[in-house]
């Protein structure tokens, strides 16, 4: 059954049956501190992937839960177990639960850890990717098939060929070309696959290399069909205004995870986490290959550890979906927030700090 849930988090329980959290709290009333409030309370949810179809703004987050899982850095923790869609008419309408659309025990291949997924529309199927590790605990990305945008999906019996790590953010052009950019250091893997080929001792962090470039996340062309690649990935090259590749010291610039595609006024604008040090940047370019040259500050740090985004056009403006961990205070269990994104005339990005 479809589940009605209010934009605004200032009352209700979040439910232990209904969201597969250990235990049942109050939310937390509206904050003052906070620049927005949660969207959800009913269940925790994360990484939120918004998009607009048919007319109505779709979230496809990271649906967490309190998995008893002990906390490390590589993110084990983060046990999720299914996903989530919710759509509403607009930003501050009611938001409506479409329910779990996608199970770990109904992805062949998958071993556990459903972490950040997206989504994307072609020829009258939408398609929802997902990394997952495998039984061999090795990141990959899958992707699962409906109907509807709202679901539920079917996954296919194995992973994308070529795939690895985590993340996935699926970009459109506005050619219909669509291309998948993902990638993540630390517990997302990436570092492990520098030579080409995954490496079981390689480093838990990164290349441990600081005054070398840093790890950059990939991209590869879809083949029409959507469940492919058309190419190998390659790396998508982010550069200094000297047009020079960030370093792997360079922590308040680099890229770490959670990376986003989308194009405006012509600009195509990566944006990606920092990490360790709780930003959300971007970098912009003339093509969807780049190199991208680093801007600035999207978000500043939100209350909890990590941040994942992305960013959509609706209803005339432009909107960051975002997450922290207000109603929990716990750094894996978390809340999607939204707010207006403004460009200057220049094309660059306003800062949004996201507390008062």
């Known amino acids: 059954m479809l589940t009605k849930l209010r934009a605004a988090a200032a009352t209700g329980l979040l439910s232990a049956a209904a969201g597969g959290c250990a235990t049942a709290q109050r939310a937390t009333p509206a904050d003052p501190q906070f620049l927005n409030q949660p969207l959800i309370s009913s269940i925790y949810t994360a990484d939120p992937s918004a998009h607009a179809f048919n007319g109505r703004l779709y979230l496809y987050p990271s649906h967490d839960i309190e998995a008893g899982v002990p906390e490390d850095d590589l993110g084990s923790h983060f046990a999720m177990r299914d996903y989530h869609v919710f759509s509403m008419e607009r930003v501050g309408a009611e938001v409506t639960d479409h329910g779990v659309v996608l199970r770990l025990e109904d992805i062949p291949w998958a071993g556990r850890q459903l972490w950040a997924p997206d989504a994307a529309y072609k020829d009258g199927k939408y398609f929802l990717y997902f990394p997952a590790k495998d039984k061999q605990d090795i990141f990959r990305i ?54 080409g080929t995954y490496e079981q001792n ?48 360079d922590s ?10 989308h194009k405006h006024q012509g600009r195509y ?4 986490s920092t990490g360790d040090t709780h930003r959300l940047v971007y970098a912009v370019a003339d093509n969807p290959y780049g ?21 959509v056009e609706h209803d005339g403006k432009w909107w960051l979906f975002y997450h922290d961990t207000q109603l929990s205070g716990k750094t894996h269990l978390r809340n999607v927030k939204v707010n207006e994104l403004n460009y200057n005339p220049d094309g660059s990005i306003r800062t949004i700090k996201p507390m008062r």
Not at 206 to 211: A, N, T, V, W
């Open 252 to 261: 308040d610039r680099r890229f770490f995870e959670g990376s986003w595609m």
């Open 142 to 195: 899958g992707v699962a098939v409906s109907d509807r945008a709202e679901g539920p999906f079917k996954a296919e019996p194995e992973p994308l060929k070529g795939s690895f790590s985590i993340d996935p953010a699926v970009f459109t052009d506005t050619d219909g070309q669509s291309y998948m950019i993902f990638g993540g250091i630390w517990g997302g893997q990436l570092q492990r696959w520098a030579s």
């Open 269 to 272: 604008y990566l944006s990606y």
């Open 291 to 311: 190199p991208f040259t680093y801007q600035g500050v999207l978000l500043e740090p939100v209350q909890g550890w990590t941040n994942h985004h992305s960013i």
């Open 202 to 249: 390689g480093s838990v962090t990164d290349l441990k290399q600081p005054d070398k470039p840093a790890l950059m996340p990939k991209i590869a062309r879809m083949n029409a069909d959507m469940l492919t690649f058309a190419e190998a990935p390659r790396d998508l090259s982010i550069v200094d205004e000297a047009g020079k590749p960030l370093l792997g010291g």
